[in-house]
């Protein structure tokens, strides 16, 4: 589903498929992508940018500030082999 987005917006790249590529998604990227599928193809560009955008501010925030934001915004969390990764669109 993260390759079908990363197509929609960039074109394919047969590379990521074969393994002839710098190594796939990072985590970020993966969670971005994964984000903007639940959204309608022409706004996936925009959802990506959105996500990205959120992950920079939920980094550079302290505790409290997260525990704030959760009771007021968007929260998607998603798990990657094991472990659980939360981002909070602002």
Known sequence: ??????CGIHGTQEAMV???CRGGF???ELIAFL???????????QRVDEA?????????????????A???RYVFSLAING???TVMML
Not at 35 to 45: G, I
């Open 1 to 6: 589903m993260a390759y079908e987005v990363y």
């Open 70 to 72: 959760k009771q007021k």
């Open 83 to 85: 472990v659980m990764l």
């Open 18 to 20: 074969t393994g002839n």
């Open 35 to 45: 984000y903007a599928r639940n959204f309608p193809r022409k706004e996936w560009s």
């Open 52 to 68: 990205f955008r959120g992950m920079e501010i939920v980094t550079a925030m302290t505790d409290p500030q997260r525990e704030r």
């Open 26 to 28: 990072s985590a970020g």
